[in-house]
């Protein structure tokens, strides 16, 4: 079955395009101009779409504000698309829930390459049956449960994406080995990842908010300057 892209933007010209390079590539697309329109669709309880390429400059609601609305109601894919160059806008941008970015001026193919990457990465559906890769991981103050994909901090359960738990997963599997951005990327986003380096530290930014960690003086995700990351807790001693 093809799956769906929802474009959002309100240059008529862009969606155009972008219709005609995605289509080519089998995929089905919706269009959107206004926020209100894309969110209506997005969240479409018959056929709700399988990724969203949402362009921030929108003219009733800026695009942050979309995807921050977009996140209370579902997990769907969303890729922002941006003229902004700041670097600010691309963190914030991620920060609440994108999966990637692109900036205008792009390439059509660029963007049908970040979208058939995005979409390679599985979303659980339910919880899935544990098995021998699903071992709860215990640290002092820190229980990851990949089987019921629970995380608890001190007590308390914390609420991560489902990007951000597999990134943590990855890190807390492994711990005092150092991951560059690039084998995080290989791990959490796929071989075939297309696009910055730097949505790793958004996402790990991300993480050490749910866990609150301490970016200054971490106890659990420390950061390799110049290399990546690692995760500092030592495992607690079940036996």
Same mark, same amino acid.
Do not use: C, N
């Given at each position: 079955?093809?799956?769906?892209? *929802?474009?959002?933007?309100?240059?008529?010209?862009?969606?155009?395009?972008? &219709?005609?390079?995605?289509?080519?590539?089998?995929?089905?697309?919706? %269009?959107?101009?206004?926020?209100?329109?894309?969110?209506? *669709?997005?969240?479409?309880?018959?056929?709700?779409?399988?990724?969203?390429?949402?362009?921030?400059?929108?003219?009733?609601?800026?695009?942050?504000?979309?995807?921050?609305?977009?996140?209370?109601?579902?997990?769907?894919?969303?890729?922002?698309?941006?003229?902004?160059? @700041? @670097?600010?806008?691309?963190?914030?941008?991620?920060?609440?829930?994108?999966?990637?970015?692109?900036?205008?001026?792009?390439?059509?193919? $660029?963007?049908?390459?970040?979208?058939?990457?995005? *979409?390679? &990465?599985? &979303?659980?559906?339910?919880?899935?049956?544990?098995?021998?890769?699903?071992?709860?991981?215990?640290?002092?103050?820190?229980?990851?449960?990949?089987?019921?994909?629970?995380?608890?901090?001190?007590?308390?359960?914390?609420?991560?994406?489902?990007? @951000?738990?597999?990134? *943590?997963?990855?890190?807390?599997?492994?711990?005092?080995?150092?991951?560059?951005?690039?084998?995080?990327?290989?791990?959490?986003?796929?071989?075939?990842?297309?696009?910055?380096?730097?949505?790793?530290?958004?996402?790990?930014?991300?993480?050490?908010?749910?866990?609150?960690?301490?970016?200054?003086?971490?106890?659990?995700?420390?950061?390799?300057?110049?290399?990546?990351?690692?995760?500092?807790? %030592?495992? $607690?001693?079940?036996?």
């Amino acid at each position: 079955m093809a799956r769906t892209v *929802l474009v959002v933007d309100d240059e008529p010209q862009i969606r155009a395009v972008l &219709r005609a390079y995605l289509q080519t590539e089998g995929f089905e697309v919706i %269009e959107a101009a206004t926020g209100a329109e894309a969110l209506r *669709l997005a969240t479409s309880a018959s056929a709700p779409p399988d990724l969203v390429l949402l362009d921030i400059g929108l003219p009733d609601l800026d695009g942050l504000e979309v995807l921050g609305l977009l996140r209370r109601q579902s997990e769907v894919y969303v890729i922002l698309v941006t003229a902004r160059v @700041e @670097e600010v806008d691309r963190i914030v941008g991620l920060s609440v829930g994108a999966d990637d970015y692109v900036t205008k001026p792009f390439s059509p193919r $660029e963007v049908v390459a970040r979208v058939k990457s995005v *979409l390679r &990465r599985a &979303r659980p559906a339910a919880a899935p049956v544990p098995d021998e890769q699903d071992a709860v991981l215990q640290f002092p103050g820190l229980t990851i449960d990949p089987g019921r994909r629970e995380i608890v901090v001190d007590g308390h359960a914390a609420d991560l994406s489902t990007l @951000e738990f597999d990134l *943590l997963v990855a890190l807390a599997s492994s711990p005092g080995r150092v991951f560059s951005r690039a084998q995080l990327l290989d791990r959490v986003w796929g071989y075939d990842f297309y696009g910055d380096e730097r949505v790793v530290d958004v996402h790990i930014a991300s993480v050490r908010r749910a866990l609150r960690d301490d970016a200054v003086a971490p106890r659990l995700i420390g950061t390799v300057r110049g290399v990546g990351y690692k995760f500092l807790a %030592e495992p $607690e001693d079940r036996s």
